[in-house]
């Protein structure tokens, strides 16, 4: 155990913190609900928090039992009270949360926790098994970069999310063939369509007929989005930028902004053809090619632009983690430019915990009379 001059544990995290009462450690389903519940106190609190892990790369239970035994020990002697520790996954991987940091120091965060962490195995176990271990630490905000390939969440803070998609393995292997067999049936409908729409972007403006833009799809990933353009080439997306980013932090309804939740109503950005197309959605064609990639589906929530990424809460990021993102949705069909940013949000977090295929059929019925009326669409 690291110990302080007079021979008491050592905080982790402060050393004038000295854990008062015995603690025990909790089982694998109950530390992966705590880190769930901190996840969401951190959307509220903005307080960060760390989770460690400490892996044992070894499966020789002869050996690693020893070392995990003193490894868990250690952990509980040495954290603060407010800390909590577990096993993360099975009986080789010892979780350790340390909760209710200050933000803003994560550097110096990570390197006190690594350092004392260290310290404090090194002095408990022997030389052998200290090298059968390894530790990670993952800080919660995680970094969702906006820049380059983009940086997709850290899945080690979400071991809840992923048991959740095992246990709808059935029911999301159905919702991909939904996608394939729909955007297959609706490409080759629509495929006249698409003919007359590039020949007609090709006759009434320079530039390619296909816009390519970077969005963000489940868990962070970036991924090329399609649509039939319907801008002008070389245009500048500050003013969108700005746009959005304000009505993101305001949480305005888009009728307040005079235009779309995400469309700037009068872009002169737009062309002629494109205010048309925008109107109609037949922009959004190209999107099911997106489907059969399967880096969209037919339903779920919009994906953002990365600009639009980094204006986010911490929990408005859960509406993509859940689900993939989709053509038409929740908001699409509901609320679209009458609700604010985080109504929105929120129901697009309510189709993630909610969805089945029924409601996927329910709101496919419901898009082309959202369509026809075009509300929210310029």
Known sequence: MNTGRQGRPVSL???LSEPAVERVALDEESFRRVIAIERKRTERSKSPFVLMLVEISNQNSARTAPALEIVMTSLLASSRDTDVVGWYKGKNTIGALFTGLLPGEKSAILMTILTRATSTL?????????????????YYPDDWDE??????????????????????????????AIDIVGSLILLVAFLP????IALAIKFTSKGPILFRQK??????????????????????????????????????????????VYKLKGDKRI???????????????????????????????????????????TWH??????????????????????VDFDAMVRLDLKYATS????????????????????????
């Open 122 to 138: 090194r002095e408990e176990l022997s030389f052998e098994q200290f090298n059968l271990i390894s530790i990670s630490l993952h």
């Open 271 to 313: 062309t002629p053809l494109g205010a048309f197309l925008r109107k109609t959605s037949l922009d959004e064609l190209p999107q099911f090619i997106n489907v059969l990639c399967g880096e969209m589906s037919l339903v779920g929530p919009r994906p953002p632009i990365p600009y639009e990424l980094a204006a986010y809460q």
């Open 13 to 15: 995290i402060d050393p």
């Open 355 to 378: 969805w089945n295929p029924w409601l996927d059929l329910k709101i496919l019925l419901r898009t082309p009379l959202a369509v026809i009326r075009g509300s929210g669409a310029y």
């Open 193 to 196: 369509f698409c003919i007359a």
């Open 215 to 260: 969005r963000v799809g489940q868990h962070g990933r970036q991924f090329e989005f399609l649509k039939f353009r319907s801008m002008y080439v070389n245009n500048d997306n500050n003013v969108h930028r700005e746009y959005v980013t304000k009505l993101i932090n305001k949480g305005e309804p888009a009728e307040a902004n005079a235009g779309g």
């Open 147 to 176: 820049n380059g390939p983009g940086r997709p969440s850290n899945p080690a803070l979400y071991p809840d999310i992923s048991k959740q998609a095992s246990s709808k393995q059935p029911l999301l292997i159905f919702k991909r």
């Open 317 to 338: 990021r859960r509406r993509l983690l859940d689900v993939k993102p989709g053509i038409t949705g929740l908001w699409q069909v509901t609320g679209r430019s009458t």
